[in-house]
C-alpha cells in the first residue's frame, strides 16, 4: 500500500498560482504512475495531470498550458504547478499513485479561486 500527504491548497485570486505537493510512502517502488484528479462542485471527480515514472505527461484539455506536473523521483513526491488559475479550476484536487491498476488516493486539497 501507498501512503499519499498533500500539500499547498487554498484560496488563490484568478491568474495567481499555486503549488501543490504530494510525497508517497509505503510501497513507493510499485508505483507506475501518479497524478492529480479533481472534483469541481457538482461534478465527479476528473482527471487534471499524470505522469508516468518515467516522467510522461498527460494534462486534461482545460488546464493544457497552465498547470505542469513533475516529479522528485529520490523524494518520492509529485507536485502540480498550477497558473494562470480561473475560477473554474475551484475543486477539491486529489493525489493518486497507481500501482498494477489500482489506486491509493490522498485525502484531497481545497483550492478555491476567487474572481
Known amino acids: 500500500q501507498v501512503q499519499l500527504v498533500e500539500s499547498g491548497g487554498g484560496l488563490v485570486q484568478a491568474g495567481g498560482s499555486l503549488r501543490l505537493s504530494c510525497a508517497a510512502s509505503?510501497?513507493?517502488?510499485?508505483?507506475?504512475?501518479m497524478g492529480w484528479y479533481r472534483r469541481a462542485p457538482g461534478k465527479q471527480r476528473a482527471m487534471v495531470a499524470t505522469?508516468?515514472?518515467?516522467?510522461?505527461?498527460d494534462y486534461a484539455d482545460s488546464v493544457k498550458g497552465r498547470f505542469t506536473i513533475s516529479r522528485d523521483n529520490a523524494k518520492n513526491t509529485v507536485y502540480l504547478q498550477m497558473n494562470g488559475l480561473k475560477p473554474e479550476d475551484t475543486a477539491v484536487y486529489f493525489c493518486?499513485?497507481?500501482?498494477?491498476?489500482?489506486?491509493?488516493w490522498g485525502q484531497g486539497l481545497q483550492v478555491t479561486v476567487s474572481s
Open positions: 493518486v499513485a497507481f500501482r498494477m491498476g489500482i489506486g491509493d
Open positions: 509505503g510501497s513507493t517502488t510499485s508505483i507506475n504512475f
Open positions: 505522469i508516468t515514472s518515467g516522467g510522461s505527461t
